[in-house]
Nanobody, 124 residues
Framework: QVQLVESGGGPVQTGGSLRLSCAAS????????MGWFRQTPGKEREGVAT???????SYHDSVKGRFTISKDNAKNTLYLQMNSLKPEDTAMYYC??????????????????WGQGTQVTVSS
């Protein structure tokens, strides 16, 4: 069983930055497509960014140029650097590990393991 633990969320003002981290209990980061997803109450969970084992990244159009997904295989940790945050970025953010080395864009299908989430709140 793989455990994923997110951290780094919190309150921030518009235009500010946060870096989310996702620590994996096993060497999952290096062997799986990893993704960041977000969800607000009453809405479906959506893909924010994904990264394949070879480092290819995909982003939701709304975060391109502002967010950067990265990973440290040696530390079994996934990151999401979020800059120029906007109120519409407010959501619970989850990291997930897919049952494949390849990602399917930012689609949320096929992810086997999920973290418990970390809340990001952007105030205007």
């Amino acid at each position: 069983q793989v455990q994923l633990v997110e951290s780094g969320g919190g309150p921030v003002q518009t235009g500010g930055s946060l870096r989310l981290s996702c620590a994996a209990s096993r060497s999952t980061i290096s062997g799986s497509c990893m993704g960041w997803f977000r969800q607000t109450p009453g809405k479906e969970r959506e893909g924010v960014a994904t990264i394949s084992t070879n480092g290819y990244a995909s982003y939701h159009d709304s975060v391109k140029g502002r967010f950067t997904i990265s990973k440290d295989n040696a530390k079994n940790t996934l990151y999401l650097q979020m800059n120029s945050l906007k109120p519409e970025d407010t959501a619970m953010y989850y990291c997930a590990a897919r049952a494949s080395w390849a990602c399917a864009g930012i689609a949320k299908d096929g992810y086997r393991y999920w973290g418990q989430g970390t809340q990001v709140t952007v105030s205007s």
